[in-house]
């Protein structure tokens, strides 16, 4: 650490103390005495300390189980790493593999005992869980399609793997206020998300002494959560070289300036709030130099990055299948089915975008009628099913100790429901997440469904939902309005159907979910929700 906590003697949260007595890297060194000992042992007062390891500990807590993230930036591995995440899920993880919103997977029941020899596993393929979580910088994400997509500027994998190696394992930044979230793409439909990351990266062009180079727009303070916001554009264009530079010292600012008084003020949107962008910048000029003003922004449009169905790559003769996995959650035979095609077929190599599925890029045109009739394709169909396909969950109440209501389950049933129901040219992104924290990206879905605590007639706790509606991150971003109205889970699925309704009903010819919203406003999909609740009650 050759910082110094200029913070140490601030009025700061129990987290902050304890992380200046130890760095949270320091589980490593912990876990191999750690793990001889009962979990009944080890003090609450630790938890925090096992997200370091990429730990959350795992409803009921004392039973020494944990959720367990991997780091995989850019979300990409190779077919040994594919195997070793094909047999966690057998061994440890009662054959189960959860596909992230930011290019990772995750296990659930991981044993307390078991975590060296779970590490050692991981890290002999050239993974690791080690600030997969934590107060720390999170998992790179970009493109899923860097480096063979015609829609991006240029190939920035090796920019963004760069900027993953300046942070993982570096004590100097290994002690922030709260997560830090980095996401770099050329990508020109926006593909990583960048308004609602810490700091992003977006494809930019500049004009320099007569020359035109190619690089990046810079934005930071983005982040959802209870109180989400969008990230600011900073007056800044930077070429690939300086990228690291950037992030290095974007970063160092947060540390150094965070607030730590309050974990629920601490992420960076808060620090840019108050400051503003110009001071931040003046900031981020004074540890880095002189930068160029900001160039030609190139983004056109918002995928998602969502990679559905079959493709050609830019690569010539070459093609990538998207394989939608609902609700992120497949079985780990199943993934080792598509590891040995990727494997056979490809050269190996499995990429995980940001909507919880998964990607098989290189494979030759000539032997695509062979693999699309692999049986594999009929539990994953290659055409896509709209709902079921465009959805996102959180882990839920069955695990997390923040949820407040399940999701995996009400997920998967809802979108099975509005698939049986509907068959439109346009899909709808349906979205729901356990807690207001957003793991899922609630906010910027069309329909956004987030569990709350609630009670029936006879006062006692059941299962809710509140709805939020028209979100996008097109044209900068919108969050999505929310309309009054607890709606208990049994009434869930025709709920929001009939809110599936009032948007066929008011569209215009080919218009998206979103433009019918930004068109007619809150007022009908309101009386609607207020009239089902009523008469469903």
Known sequence: MSYIATWANDKINKNEIAKLEKDGLAVFDDLPKLVKRPFSEISKDYFMYFKYAGLTVQKPQTEGLFMMRIKIPAGVINHEQGRKLVEIGQK?????????????????????????????????????????????????????????????????????????????????????????????????????????????????????????????????????????????????????????????????????????????????????????????????????????????????????????????QKQRGFSYIGVSVPTGRIEAEDLASFVSIAAQYGTGEIRFDHSQNLIIPFLPNEQLATIIKLPIFTKFPIETSRFQDYGLTCTGNEFCNLAYTSTKDITRDLLEYLDTKYQLDQPIRVILTGCMNACAHRNIADIGIQGVPDRDANRQPIEAYQIALGGSLLAGGHFNEEIKGKVPKEILLPVISDLVDIYLKNRLYQESFYETFQRVGLDPFQNQLTESLAAYE
């Open 92 to 312: 440890y993880a009662h054959g189960i593999v959860d596909i992230t919103t930011r290019q990772s997977v995750q296990y659930h029941h991981i044993p307390f005992a078991k975590l060296p020899e779970i590490f050692a596993s991981i890290e002999s393929v050239g993974l690791t869980t080690r600030g997969a979580e934590g107060d720390i910088n999170r998992n790179v994400i970009g493109n899923p399609l860097a480096g063979i997509d015609a829609n991006e500027l240029f190939d920035a994998t090796s920019t963004l793997m760069a900027v993953h190696e300046k942070f993982q394992e570096n004590t100097d930044y290994s002690n922030l206020p709260r997560k830090f979230k980095i996401s770099v793409s050329t990508n020109y439909y926006n593909s990583a998300n960048a308004e609602i990351n810490d700091l992003a990266f977006f494809p930019a062009t500049k004009k320099i002494n007569g020359r035109t180079y190619k690089g990046f727009g810079v934005k930071v303070g983005g982040g959802l959560g209870a109180k989400p916001y969008l990230a600011e554009t900073l007056d800044i264009f930077i070429k690939r070289h300086q990228a690291v530079k950037v992030s290095e010292a974007v970063v160092a600012i947060y540390r150094d300036y965070g607030y730590r008084r309050s974990r629920s003020k601490a992420r960076l949107k808060f620090l840019i709030e108050d400051w503003g962008v110009d001071k931040f910048t003046e900031e981020l000029v004074k540890r880095v130099g002189k930068l160029e003003t900001a160039g030609v922004n190139q983004v056109v449009g918002w995928n998602n990055g969502l990679v559905l169905g079959v493709h050609q």
